[in-house]
């Protein structure tokens, strides 16, 4: 279902992880242009325990992909696709998340809540300036 909805969303699989028994670690890679294999590394972590119902107690999908990875060469014939980057990658972004939602919402307990976090900076905007301690 997860690979699914991002599949569907233009993203394609890289990796699956196993971590532990409870944990995993889907990789996947959204093209900077639509005939290229290369791009944004996306991977999201999966926690998950079912109780005896077969529901998940806790479950958690968390993105852990860095927006200021460096990002594959365009070339002179990529550059609009380049350009178009960023609005492309946050509507799949956001259809993927849709549409895990819309089909794990019946899987979930009923105080469970889902949530879609915010886009944390624009992909491949400069890692910010980290400001050194003031020591007076």
Do not use: W
């Not at 196993?18 to 590394?41: H, N, Y």
């Not at 799949?92 to 849709?98: F, G, P, S, T, Y």
């Not at 899987?107 to 992909?123: C, G, M, Q, S, W």
């Amino acid at each position: 279902m997860i690979i699914d909805a991002y599949s569907v969303a233009g993203f394609k699989l890289a990796g699956d992880t196993m971590k532990d028994s409870i944990l995993s670690e889907l990789t996947f890679s959204f093209p900077i242009a639509p005939d290229q294999t290369e791009g944004v590394v996306y991977k999201i972590s999966l926690a998950s325990q079912l109780d005896a119902s077969n529901r998940c107690y806790p479950c958690e999908i968390s993105e852990v992909y860095d927006p200021h990875q460096r990002l594959p060469a365009a070339g002179l014939s990529g550059m609009s696709s380049r350009l178009t980057l960023e609005s492309r990658f946050t509507a799949a972004r956001m259809q993927a998340l849709e549409k895990l939602k819309s089909g794990t919402e019946h899987y979930l307990r009923p105080e469970t809540v889902f949530t879609i976090p915010p886009k944390p900076a624009p992909l491949g905007s400069p890692r910010p300036q980290i400001q050194p301690p003031i020591v007076t």
